[in-house]
């Protein structure tokens, strides 16, 4: 049931001067699947000893605050979250719930006032759209230079990276970048012990960044994914001329691996890396996840690590939202949506190469400086298994190798550029070293380097989700060496311990 209940102070959308009234709630969720909108009322405010009937409770008091029951009320769940039953961001002013409100029970509901998106610039006016990226980094030089050029080429216009605690250069490099008016370097304010990870601290304070407020659109992303768009030239132009009026784009994931890529080598990402998941791929649920690229027009209050947070949802008939095939992405995603499913993942127009583990050698480092988000959590060998995956091959963005080669050699002609460049590379190599010569990490880049783990980084389509969870050591090496599994082999676990197949 998705009940409004009499009680539910915090989520009424509008700003009361006097006491909450039944009347008062005249909105409905936008994006109710079933049952039907009510006024609902609470066990626990009105009394569990009292006596309930069908038409009042007993010995309530009537009045102008009285708690009658209409025929269109229910009885609210107990104990179930009011902003589960109607959550504030899908809350929308119904008419028939306005006159039954006026009509029937004799009340002036105090009503929101009227929210507007700002209009979108019609593209025949505005053929150069300014594209926005909002990232967060820290020790990424050797790759942040092969990303922004990329993504130039591509037709992405401005760039704001926050940093933290860097230790290899990337923070001087990008300072030196935006110097020279390729992109805006931010300290990112997040400290050790914040409620909030770097990542989302960071989006906090870039929503008001000129970058972010001037942009048509807008996407944050990180440096180990790459929009590859598929049609056309393979530009962000030839995507916006696909989507036509679409105000929001899903982007899902497809996971690179390593492609038995040990050594760290100074070449480019795109050209190394062709080995990756199928495109049907339900697991890990991480397979699937999206990021969004969105028409900057406010129908949204803050960004979000996968796609504008906080709806605004008077708003909501207003968004038009595309998968990557550009097919119309439903209702239900547009609150909380952060993933694909087999009804809604697309890769025919655009995808978003996601390289999230690169060669052995810079997971190690990736490993040792931590997370930008889920801080807590480490990048073993657990997530090595879930990202890594080398199953399929996909060399659709490699047609963009060219014009990178251009721009990347256009950009290190710069003797300040190579310079920073150069010493990235060497602060990344002699990372490798020192955390080579540690035996602990010695084993942990045999382990990742071993003929079982590549083995299992080629079969991750046979796993159920808890085999993930659990970590690649609860897969019998008669699974992970069997040279003869069906393929619709499936293995999963019932618990960390307890295995079958």
Same mark, same amino acid.
């Given at each position: ?167 290899? @250069?990337?923070? $001087?490099?990008? !300072? /030196?970048? %935006?110097?020279? *008016? ?7 304010? =997040? &400290? ?39 049609? @056309?030239?393979? $530009?962000?132009? !030839? /995507?916006? %001329?696909?989507? *036509? ?7 899902? =994931? &497809? ?60 708003? =909501? ?185």
């Amino acid at each position: 049931m998705a009940s409004l209940a009499i009680e539910l102070e915090s989520l009424a959308v509008t700003r009361y001067k006097h006491r909450r009234r039944v009347g008062d709630h005249i909105c409905r969720p936008f994006d109710l699947t079933h049952g039907s909108a009510r006024w609902g009322v609470a066990p626990r405010r009105a009394g569990l000893s009292r006596l309930w009937r069908l038409v009042r409770i007993a010995d309530v008091p009537l009045g102008p605050q009285d708690c009658r029951f209409f025929r269109a009320m229910a009885i609210r769940f107990n104990g179930v979250p009011a902003a589960k039953l109607v959550p504030k961001a899908s809350l929308i002013e119904d008419p028939t719930l306005l006159t039954i409100s006026g009509q029937i029970l004799g009340h002036a509901a105090v009503r929101a006032p009227v929210l507007e998106s700002r209009p979108a610039v019609p593209a025949d006016q505005r053929p150069n759209r300014l594209t926005s990226i909002v990232t967060t980094m820290k020790n990424e030089g050797p790759f942040l230079l092969e990303w922004i050029a990329y993504h130039r080429v591509i037709g992405v216009t401005d760039f704001l990276v926050y940093t933290n605690d860097c230790t290899d @250069g990337t923070d $001087t490099f990008l !300072a /030196l970048l %935006q110097e020279k *008016g390729l992109c805006q370097h931010r300290a990112n304010p =997040w &400290r050790p012990g914040a409620p909030t990870s770097p990542q989302h601290t960071a989006l906090q304070v870039a929503a008001d960044e000129p970058t972010i407020r001037q942009a048509d659109w807008v996407i944050c992303m990180d440096v180990d994914e790459y929009i590859n768009v598929k049609i @056309g030239d393979g $530009t962000l132009a !030839a /995507l916006y %001329q696909a989507v *036509g009026e679409a105000n929001m784009v899903s982007l899902t =994931w &497809r996971l690179f691996g390593n492609s038995a890529v040990v050594a760290y080598e100074d070449q480019p990402v795109i050209a190394q890396f062709d080995r990756c998941a199928p495109e049907v791929i339900r697991k890990p649920h991480q397979a699937w996840g999206f990021k969004t690229l969105f028409r900057n027009i406010d129908i949204f209050r803050k960004l979000g690590v996968h796609r504008p947070k906080a709806l605004k949802p008077e708003l =909501w008939e207003q968004i038009t939202w595309v998968n990557g095939s550009g097919r119309p992405m439903p209702i239900s995603v547009l609150r909380n949506g952060w993933r694909s499913s087999i009804s809604t993942y697309g890769y025919d127009w655009v995808q978003l190469n996601h390289y999230a583990v690169r060669s052995v050698e810079s997971f190690l480092v990736k490993r040792d400086r931590g997370r930008v988000n889920h801080t807590d959590r480490d990048q073993g060998s657990s997530y090595w298994f879930r990202m890594n995956h080398n199953i399929d091959t996909d060399r659709s963005i490699q047609r963009m190798i060219p014009a990178l080669k251009a721009e990347m050699t256009r950009l290190l002609a710069d003797p300040d550029i190579r310079a920073a460049q150069d010493a990235c590379v060497a602060s990344h190599r002699a990372k490798i070293t020192e955390l080579m010569a540690r035996p602990d990490q010695r084993a942990f880049h045999d382990e990742l380097a071993g003929p079982r783990m590549v083995r299992l980084c080629q079969m991750q389509q046979h796993f159920g989700s808890a085999v993930f969870t659990a970590g690649p050591q609860v897969i019998p090496d008669a699974i992970a060496f069997r040279e003869d599994l069906p393929a619709d082999f499936f293995f999963t676990v019932a618990n960390e311990t307890e295995a079958s197949p």
